[in-house]
């Protein structure tokens, strides 16, 4: 992610993944929490769809 664009794009992205409650995803360093019951590889999947890269980081 380079620009605030980027932030909402992803954030729309969680949010409409289902079982999810509340994500937070900050530019810097690049990285989202997400609160909620939602699969771990439907939120990666999610974010992939919106053309950028994603990992679970514990």
Do not use: F
């Not at 993944?17 to 994500?23: D, Q």
Request: hydrophobic share 45%; with cysteine; aromatic share 2%.
């Amino acid at each position: 992610m380079t620009c605030n664009h980027c932030v909402k794009n992803a954030s729309r992205a969680l949010e409409s993944t289902e079982g999810v409650e509340v994500v937070e995803v900050r530019l810097e360093p690049g990285s989202a929490t997400v609160n909620g019951m939602a699969d771990v590889a439907q939120l990666i999947a999610a974010v992939k769809g919106a053309g950028y890269e994603a990992e679970l980081i514990s």
